[in-house]
């Protein structure tokens, strides 16, 4: 049915046109329709091509902000105000009240074009969040997600459907479709500006995203900001300070060829983040991070220490740690496998023989912490044992070895979280993984895979000690 997803397209293209939505005829927006549907499952995706070749400072696209669906544009504004709905919930109610509109809805062409949910993890079922997720840095996020949404519908949502002064069609209000329109908002809403807050921008949403490499960025029109919005004969420009434009543009960064994809960017997002908010995600991501919790630390530790033992050198630590920027309770292990300095330095004060550990003053510690983060002490690569006035005990080899095996413990440890299959595993599995019929099991093993092989450089880093 490539016709429905055209006919879809050609409806928004003259939307746009009577919106005042600019779109340029350098680009062209392209339907992959997957052939099966007619109905309002939409069963394409769109993304964005170049017919010809687009330079740096080319603009592309010049959206009205009054085009863009918010809390200050929807015919349920004032249901919103009155509701003192903000933020998720103003916004999803927005979408919520314009879908239950139907073609009485002045996006309605738009609201065609969006698929009627994105599939992040959200609104996966929490047995598949606890199986595809185990582990992950989203795991515990995805979970907590689905129980603030709940309780926001329950809250926000449920007592305007019950509420007999809205008359509001409560088909259109349900948790799942309140679930559907977050999902929405999680994956395709920009900030706007102070007025609007954030929104549905209809076309900026229909470029993907692409890593570091993007070619277009979302901006205000910096001319007409300047210029202001006084004349401007609308009720609106009661609301739009003079320094606010009346428009978005999208605007070339990085020169794109013709008949190639025009990507955006949706930020500086490692793989976890992409998949919770947008539902994909990407391999070879350079943001990506793994952390470690405190409590696997303290668990590691009780190999070594009694408890008391082990209390004691976590609150020295943690006096330590009041002068350093560093306050919660995780430590990030770098894409190549480099863990925090604060990390190394707890690792250091737990590894210390015991009457090492009572010998030591603060300023000896402070000083062993300052040599971690120099690399005078721990760090790989011979040659920078400077000899500082701490070095000495932190630096023999004895110690420098524990603090490398408590670093492979604890990237055991933190592997253990995955639960289920191996490294390799998941390598083979994704290779027998369909990234469209099988998108959730896709993206997660990509999440899983980045994860696992930090982890493997991280113990790599530790024998490198
Ligand atoms: C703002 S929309 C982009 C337009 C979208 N392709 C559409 O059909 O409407 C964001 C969604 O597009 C998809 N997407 C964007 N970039 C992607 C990428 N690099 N790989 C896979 N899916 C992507 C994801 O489903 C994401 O939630």
Request: charged share 25%.
């Given at each position: ?31 992959s329709?997957?052939?099966?549907s ?14 010809c ?15 863009c ?34 073609a ?12 009627p ?7 996966w ?26 309780q926001?519908w329950?809250e ?47 076309l900026?949403?229909?470029?993907n ?16 900001a ?29 020169g ?13 997002v ?18 990506d ?11 590691w530790?009780?190999?070594l ?7 004691k050198?976590l609150r ?21 496998g ?31 912490e ?23 005990k932190?630096?023999?080899?004895l ?18 979280l ?23 099991l ?24």
């Amino acid at each position: 049915m490539a016709a429905a997803s055209s006919r879809t397209v050609r409806g928004f293209k003259r939307w746009m046109k009577s919106n005042g939505v600019e779109c340029s005829d350098a680009i062209l927006l392209v339907s992959s329709d997957d052939g099966d549907s007619v109905d309002s499952s939409r069963s394409f995706s769109i993304y964005v091509k170049a017919l010809c070749d687009l330079k740096e400072g080319d603009v592309v696209a010049r959206i009205p902000k009054q085009s863009c669906l918010t809390v200050r544009t929807t015919a349920a504004c004032g249901l919103i105000e009155e509701a003192q709905l903000v933020g998720n919930s103003g916004l999803a109610v927005a979408i919520m009240y314009e879908l239950s509109l139907g073609a009485r809805s002045k996006w309605f062409p738009y609201l065609q074009i969006l698929p009627p949910f994105e599939d992040i993890p959200l609104l996966w079922p929490i047995k598949d969040i606890d199986y595809l997720l185990s582990g992950t840095e989203i795991h515990q996020a995805a979970r907590e997600d689905k129980t603030l949404v709940y309780q926001d519908w329950k809250e926000y949502i449920k007592p305007l459907i019950d509420s007999a002064s809205y008359e509001l069609n409560s088909n259109f209000f349900t948790l799942e479709k309140y679930c559907a329109a977050r999902s929405l908002i999680s994956s395709r809403s920009f900030q706007i500006d102070e007025y609007h807050g954030f929104g549905m921008v209809p076309l900026a949403d229909l470029f993907n995203h692409k890593t570091a490499a993007e070619n277009v960025h979302l901006t205000l029109d910096s001319d007409d900001a300047e210029g202001g919005m006084e004349s401007v004969d609308d009720s609106d420009s009661f609301w739009t300070s003079r320094n606010e434009s009346a428009f978005m543009e999208m605007i070339v960064v990085k020169g794109v060829k013709a008949g190639t994809e025009v990507f955006n960017t949706y930020g500086s997002v490692g793989t976890a983040a992409l998949l919770l908010r947008y539902g994909f995600s990407e391999p070879d991501n350079p943001y990506d991070i793994v952390n470690v919790d405190l409590n696997l630390v303290i668990h590691w530790s009780s190999s070594l220490l009694t408890s008391r033992q082990s209390r004691k050198r976590l609150r020295l630590w943690r006096k330590l740690k009041q002068h350093s920027n560093h306050d919660t309770d995780y430590f990030e292990i770098s894409h190549d496998g480099e863990p925090e300095a604060e990390l190394m330095t707890l690792l250091h004060v737990m590894s210390l023989p015991e009457k090492e550990f009572d010998d030591l003053d603060h300023d000896a510690i402070s000083a062993a912490e300052e040599a971690v983060r120099e690399n005078l002490v721990f760090f790989p690569g011979g040659g920078n044992e400077k000899k500082s006035k701490t070095s000495k005990k932190p630096s023999s080899s004895l110690l420098r070895q524990a603090v490398g095996k408590a670093l492979v413990s604890l990237a055991d440890a933190r592997e253990d979280l995955y639960g289920w299959g191996s490294l390799d595993d998941d390598i083979r599995s994704l290779e027998r993984c369909c990234q469209v019929s099988e998108p959730k099991l896709y993206y997660s093993l990509l999440l899983r895979i980045s994860e696992r092989r930090i982890i493997q450089n991280l113990r790599s880093w530790a024998k490198g000690i």
